[in-house]
């Protein structure tokens, strides 16, 4: 089909994201192409011609919300019949009749492997009054370089690997978005390299386990490899990644990590559970003990780090017990920050037809009991920055107090500070004053 490539002259698009940074990446795409068409940015959905909801499904909670707001839109559907409605992502991957059938104001859903198609979808959208579907199972275009149109003018997401080929039992993840697939370190590199000319200063290296970046190109290259790589780019002052697979984290990494002066030593190691018959059920590949050693061996080589975690409660089968042993490591490991989240079945997991599913109620309180302890460490943990100097990118101004400015230390904790907007986009010495569970108020140096 024949895409006019003017048809967003003159109009308007807003996109709304929920889910990973994989998912705010491709966003970043669809901006890419709808611009290329001559789509302006909206402010709000409101005065939007065309509206994209880019969808996560990794939990029900996410899930319930997306419907929710989709039906918020029935009303300006209702009164501009000619506003297209479009969702895409991992919710429209799993569950594309069950969109159009809770929500028949949509104009089209497409996949996750489909975002080239966007053109496309848009113009039949705008000529039939039925909804479009245009899903593919597999990903079958090649890793193509799209348009793109970022977020930020300071920090970018690179994405090295697309898809997950890990099947832990309880994740939607690899249905969703395919098998493992690496880019080449040629078009990443490109791709640092041009960033880093346009003025960006940090990246973020993208991937549901990046640590196993590589494997599937048979050329041999790793992901400490590939880190080394991109620590050569000249322009780039920090370098992240996530996420991280802590059975797949290797010495080789942990030295890449130590000897790169641009990566941060930030780890963001997602344990899951402390119990190790909770990890083998989850078919995690490594037990308390691997990650215990782990974490022990990237203080012993890279000082001055921070660690964080994913942790998930009431997994099928976890019994007060396991939840202690989780709760033992929390204490034992001492984690900068933890996102916990409470199991939530996800059909066509394994873990969601396991027996023994544990009460809500109990799920809720284990969360609860878990979020108490890890608010209690980070705290004490932020405590020990008061009087100490630490590097900051200063990314803007806050949103609560406009004098203050904003922006992370290498170790990926928020700080605010007085100073000047002219200092936005500067590596700066802050030393923290007011160490807070959540973030770190200092002053300039
Ligand atoms: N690839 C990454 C991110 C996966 S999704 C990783 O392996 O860590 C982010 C987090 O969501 C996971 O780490 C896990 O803690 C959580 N999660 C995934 N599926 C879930 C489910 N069914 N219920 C509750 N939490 C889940
Ligand atoms: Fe999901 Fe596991 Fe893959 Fe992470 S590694 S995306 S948790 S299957
Ligand atoms: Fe959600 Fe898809 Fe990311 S399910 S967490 S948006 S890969």
């Not at 009087?387 to 922006?407: A, C, D, I, P, R």
Request: include cysteine.
């Amino acid at each position: 089909m024949v895409v006019c490539t003017e048809i967003g002259k003159g109009k308007k698009y807003y996109i709304r994201t929920y889910g990973c940074q994989m998912n705010e990446r491709d966003s970043e795409t669809l901006a890419g192409i709808l611009a290329d068409l001559g789509y302006m940015r909206a402010a709000s959905e409101e005065e939007a011609d065309l509206i994209i909801f880019n969808t996560c499904c990794v939990r029900e909670t996410a899930e319930r919300k997306i419907y929710g707001r989709l039906n918020e839109l029935r009303p300006l559907k209702s009164k501009r019949p000619d506003l297209l409605i479009g969702v895409g992502g991992c919710m429209a991957q799993k569950d594309k009749e069950r969109v159009l059938a809770k929500a028949p104001h949509v104009d089209f859903v497409f996949g996750t492997h489909n975002i080239q198609e966007l053109p496309q979808l848009i113009s039949r959208a705008a000529a039939v009054p039925e909804p479009i579907v245009q899903v593919w199972e597999e990903s079958q275009a090649s890793l193509l370089e799209l348009p793109t149109q970022r977020e930020g003018k300071l920090k970018a997401f690179v994405t090295i690997t697309y898809g997950c080929t890990n099947f832990c039992t309880y994740c939607i993840v690899p249905y969703v978005r395919g098998k493992e697939r690496s880019r080449s370190p040629q078009d990443i590199i490109k791709e640092v390299t041009q960033l880093a000319q346009d003025g960006y200063k940090e990246v973020t290296l993208l991937g549901q386990n990046v640590n196993t970046y590589g494997r599937d190109l048979g050329t041999g290259i790793s992901f400490a490899q590939l880190l080394r790589a991109v620590n050569q780019v000249a322009g780039i002052r920090r370098i992240r990644y996530t996420t991280s697979h802590p059975r797949d984290f290797s010495d080789e990494i942990i030295e890449a990590v130590r000897d790169c002066a641009k990566v941060c030593e930030h780890f963001h190691l997602p344990i899951q559970s402390g119990s190790n018959r909770i990890l083998e059920r989850m078919n995690r590949g490594y037990t308390r003990e691997d990650y215990l050693d782990l974490v022990k061996r990237i203080r012993e080589k890279v000082p001055n780090n921070s660690i964080t975690t994913d942790i998930i409660v009431g997994f099928p089968g976890e019994e007060e017990e396991d939840f202690a042993a989780t709760l033992d490591l929390v204490r034992q490991v001492g984690f900068d920050n933890a996102f916990t989240f409470v199991f939530s079945p996800r059909s066509g997991t394994p873990a969601a037809s396991m027996m023994e599913q544990v009460p809500e109620g109990v799920k809720k309180e284990r969360l609860n009991r878990l979020m108490d302890l890890q608010d209690r460490i980070s705290r004490d943990i932020n405590e020990k920055l008061r009087g100490k100097e630490v590097e900051v990118l200063v990314e803007g101004t806050s949103k609560k107090e406009e004098s203050f400015l904003t922006g992370r230390t290498r170790t990926n904790k928020l700080v605010l500070f007085p100073g000047e907007e002219k200092l936005i986009g500067e590596l700066v010495t802050v030393r923290i004053t007011r160490p807070q569970t959540w973030n770190l108020y200092g002053e300039l140096v």
